[in-house]
């Protein structure tokens, strides 16, 4: 079954996953103009991966919670896409 997801995670000063449990789906991830800093994400060599505020990636496949992320508290991440 194909389900939308549509999602908004908050930011932290610390390392947390994008989504508390397994959800693989396709789809964009996106750091909002309005966001006050960086956010880093979490590479796969354990290096921080910066995006700045309006920068977005679309990805196929991906599961949620291996996503993690960190930032400015109160800055937003927006995820759209779907279990397809």
Same mark, same amino acid.
């Given at each position: ?5 549509? #999602? ?10 994008l989504?508390?449990?397994?959800l ?16 880093? =994400? ?7 991966v ?8 679309? =990805? ?7 996503? #993690? ?16």
């Amino acid at each position: 079954m194909n389900n939308v997801i549509q #999602r908004t995670a908050s930011v932290t000063g610390s390392y947390a996953p994008l989504v508390a449990s397994s959800l693989v789906g396709s789809v964009t991830i996106s750091c909002p103009p309005t966001n006050v800093g960086t956010v880093y =994400f979490l590479g796969d060599d354990g290096s921080d991966v910066a995006w700045v505020p309006g920068e977005w990636h679309s =990805f196929r496949s991906i599961d949620l919670a291996a996503v #993690r992320i960190k930032g400015t508290a109160g800055d937003k991440i927006t995820i759209v896409g779907g279990t397809w």
